[in-house]
T-cell receptor, first 112, second 108 residues
């Protein structure tokens, strides 16, 4: 069974540029999560989807971050415009039951 | 609010047991988790324990839960060099709240 797929694995952009990350969850997993992981920290939830509905986006900085999961399968997280402080690893996870979350390898973003 | 605390570093010799400790604050968590993160990789779910249990064993891994003290530990028996990684404790139902991780170094 394929795991959670994320792309790209690495992205380097200049500040003020837009960037997008893509995630394909494990087949059959209705719940999808985007987490932010800063260096030396644990992951912090940005947004959680149940199917195509964003049920928890309280920690998503909505002035510059947006996300979508149009058909309830794969998802895109966008930052526009990116700031230096957005440099981090963006992790996607999925679960069928809320107590077993499976993580993708992450996208490491560097903003210069 | 919810908070999870872990020591940042642990160093053990190959073949010894490792014990990674964690304290948490949310007593309503249904499950508590241990994740492993290797360099450049995502988090791998190692094991979890239901909040009404006090121990769970899975091959080399033993999880102990002291609900009264809100203390969780992960014991790795016969630690190998391949166990070198960062180990995260997490609590919560949804969303999960993670600690900062414990970096385990295994000395050959």
């Amino acid at each position: 069974e394929a795991g959670v797929v994320q792309s790209p694995r690495y992205k380097i952009i200049e500040k003020k540029q837009p960037v997008a990350f893509w995630c394909n969850p494990i087949s059959g997993h209705n719940t999808l999560y985007w987490y932010l992981q800063n260096l030396g920290q644990g992951p912090e939830l940005l947004i959680r989807y149940e199917n195509e509905e964003a049920v928890d986006d309280s920690q998503l900085p909505k002035d510059r971050f947006s996300a979508e999961r149009l058909k309830g399968v794969d998802s895109t997280l966008k930052i526009q415009p990116a700031e230096l402080g957005d440099s981090a690893v963006y992790l996607c996870a999925s679960s069928s039951e809320n107590y077993e979350q499976y993580f993708g390898p992450g996208t490491r973003l560097t903003v210069t | 609010g919810e908070d999870v605390e872990q020591s940042l570093f642990l160093s053990v010799r190959e073949g010894d047991s490792s014990v990674i400790n964690c304290t948490y604050t949310d007593s309503s968590s249904t499950y508590l988790y241990w994740y492993k993160q290797e360099p450049g990789a995502g988090l791998q779910l190692l094991t979890y324990i239901f909040s009404n249990m006090d121990m769970k064993q899975d091959q080399r891994l033993t999880v102990l839960l002291n609900k009264k003290d809100k203390h969780l530990s992960l014991r790795i028996a016969d630690t190998q060099t391949g166990d070198s990684a960062i180990y995260f404790c997490a609590e919560g139902n949804t969303p999960l709240v993670f600690g900062k991780g414990t970096r385990l170094s295994v000395i050959a």
